[in-house]
């Protein structure tokens, strides 16, 4: 099992330890380094800077939002990336949810999920190998646009840019159950988000299906230190937030995950308070146990005990939301 570090997204500025945590990973032996983007910074600028300081570390967007990009810019973003870190880039893609595709980014979120994403994907994919000029006749990405209020000059174009690699790997976010069976067949690899290694079965019917070098890649918050209570404040907090308010109270895929996942009743009380402006109620409703059991949160015996259940599982790269190089170097000389 690789070991990932993920920086997710800016608050309300830059955090200056990222630069810091990224080049330390490379140094401790990390294979990845990952960043994402909600609705402020972005996911590909922050990973150009990293790549430009290190030498060895692959990099990853865990996740780049669909609704921001078509298809095609998505792709030019890509191979320029993959071409100045020389080879070292990852795509990871993620359809988020109706609240922000419509809400920020102004364009209906698709009728048909799966469509729209593997529709994305296709197009990518067919710049990334350059074969031949983009075509396709899709219910969302059409190329050439066909449609009524468009001009009827548009031509397939292929990139001008050779790209570095045709195989560049590409994963998605995915949660339901379908939309995760499907990555299991157009894409490279999969990011879950919430992943507990006691509770595979939930994925079982979705993974049954796996192809050779498939990744799978779930991130999770590590923090080595005294008090697990205290620990896990961080992780309820981005519970809360992503149960509570990532999403209408009808259609909040997060929620729908968290209650597949046996904290159904959970979930909804969590929404409850959230969406009644009751946030600090709803991060306290957050349960121990489902904080506790994705991520590695304790003093290092506790961590390592807990690691070997990552291990044995079909987990192929562990993403890490770890807060300080401590932290980084002792899930190293764990997972050595």
């Known amino acids: 099992m690789r070991l990932g570090l993920a920086l997710g997204y800016w608050g309300r500025g830059p955090n200056p330890a990222h630069l810091d945590l990224a080049t330390e990973a490379e140094r401790l032996g990390y294979d990845s380094v990952w960043t994402a983007e ?5 996911a590909f600028t ?50 988020s949810g109706p609240q922000v595709v419509e809400g920020w980014y102004g364009r209906p979120f698709p009728a048909s999920p799966l469509t729209a994403t593997r529709e994305y994907v296709d197009v990518i994919r067919q710049v990334l190998r350059r074969e031949a000029p983009v ?21 397939p174009l292929r990139p001008i840019t050779h790209p570095l690699r045709a195989d560049l790997p590409l994963l998605l976010g995915a949660e339901g159950p379908k939309n995760i069976a499907q990555t299991t067949r157009i894409a ?10 006691t509770r595979t079965d939930v ?30 404040l961080p992780v309820k907090a981005m519970l809360g ?46 349960p121990d146990a489902f904080a506790d059991e994705i991520s590695l949160i304790g003093p290092r015996e506790r961590i390592a005990e807990r690691l070997e259940l990552w ?19 002792v899930l190293a000389e764990l997972n050595a």
């Open 38 to 42: 909600a609705w402020g910074s972005d």
């Open 46 to 95: 922050p990973l150009t800077w990293i790549a430009a300081h290190t030498t060895r570390i692959r990099l990853g967007t865990a996740i780049a939002q669909m609704a921001a990009r078509t298809p095609t810019a998505t792709a030019m973003h890509a191979l320029t990336l993959d071409h100045l870190s020389g080879g070292r880039m990852m795509l990871g893609l993620g359809l």
């Open 203 to 232: 994925y079982r019917a979705s993974l049954a299906e796996l192809p050779e070098g498939f990744m799978i890649a779930p991130m999770a918050r590590a923090h080595v230190c005294d008090d697990v209570a205290e620990g896990l």
């Open 188 to 197: 490279d690899g999969w990011l879950p988000l919430y992943w507990s290694p």
């Open 241 to 286: 937030f992503y149960i509570g308010g990532m999403g209408h109270a009808a259609r909040n895929f997060h929620a729908d995950l968290m209650a597949r996942m046996g904290y159904e009743e959970e979930a909804h009380r969590i929404q409850e308070l959230f969406l009644a402006g009751r946030k600090q109620e709803a991060v306290l409703a957050v």
């Open 135 to 155: 075509a396709l006749d899709g219910r969302f990405h059409t190329h050439p646009y066909r449609g009524a209020d468009g001009t009827g000059l548009g031509k």
């Open 311 to 329: 291990r044995k599982g079909p987990v192929t790269d562990l993403l890490l939301t770890a807060p300080d190089p401590h932290t980084l170097r």
